[in-house]
């Protein structure tokens, strides 16, 4: 069974423009999660996707914001890029809520200059 | 207010001894589950072990045992026989209720030394 797999893997932008990040779950994973890591901050959650639905939102501006179509797979997007926004953004699937697995993708490692 | 507590930024141990890595948490939900993930230098987070509020025992997995003693609110990760390759961040995580967003400690750092 194929793992969670994240695209790109690495990107690089500048302040101002706009980014989006895609996941796809585990086959028959239908919730979606997403976690910006940065050396500061560590490990925060962004918001969680079940059944194409937000559930869960984390503290985070409204320039962070997702979606999650009808195969599960997920987009996250933040517009305005800051320099503040450079981290590897972790995106995690799981069978649905409250599963006590959760399986993270390799991540994608943004660069904001 | 933070709710995952990992006290320890960095630990050695020697190959082939066990070590203890520890987490304590905080939350006032009687239902709640514990993780522990490995972050090598790649950066994928992989899954290790899980332990729920209501489960009667530890849970071990191959060379991975959490030691969890709820009414003191920890649970500690304890790797068996170290091996060069567990050198990597490890990283304890709570899920509280039904959600699926966890909240993450800030890690150790562990070096196996030969």
């Known amino acids: 069974k194929a793992g969670v797999t994240q695209t790109p893997r690495y990107l690089i932008k500048t302040r101002g423009q706009q980014v989006t990040l895609s996941c796809s779950p585990i086959?028959?994973?239908?919730?979606v999660s997403w976690y910006q890591q940065t050396p500061g901050q560590g490990l925060q959650f962004l918001f969680e996707?079940?059944?194409?639905?937000?559930?869960n939102k984390g503290n985070f501006p409204g320039r962070f914001s997702g979606r999650q179509f009808s195969n599960s797979r997920s987009e996250m997007n933040v517009s305005t890029l800051e320099l503040g926004d450079s981290a590897l953004y972790l995106c995690?699937?799981?069978?649905?809520?409250?599963?006590?697995?959760?399986?993270f993708g390799p991540g994608t490692r943004l660069l904001v200059l | 207010a933070q709710k995952i507590t990992q006290t320890q930024p960095g630990m050695f141990v020697q190959e082939k001894e066990a070590v203890t890595l520890d987490c304590t948490y905080d939350?006032?939900?009687?239902?709640?589950?514990l993780f522990w993930y490995k972050q090598p230098s790649s950066g994928e987070m992989i899954f290790l072990i899980y332990?729920?509020?209501?489960?009667?025992q530890n849970a071990t997995e191959g060379r991975y045992s959490l030691n969890f003693q709820k009414a003191r609110k920890s649970a500690n990760l304890v790797i068996s026989a170290s091996q060069l390759g567990d050198s990597a961040m490890y990283f304890c995580?709570?899920?509280?209720?039904?959600?699926?967003?966890?909240?993450f400690g800030a890690g150790t750092r562990l070096t196996v030394k030969p």
């Open positions: 995690a699937s799981s069978l649905g809520l409250g599963s006590r697995d959760q399986y």
């Open positions: 086959s028959g994973h239908r919730s």
């Open positions: 996707y079940f059944s194409e639905t937000q559930r």
């Open positions: 939350t006032s939900d009687p239902s709640y589950g």
């Open positions: 332990q729920g509020s209501y489960d009667q």
């Open positions: 995580a709570m899920r509280e209720g039904g959600d699926n967003d966890m909240r």
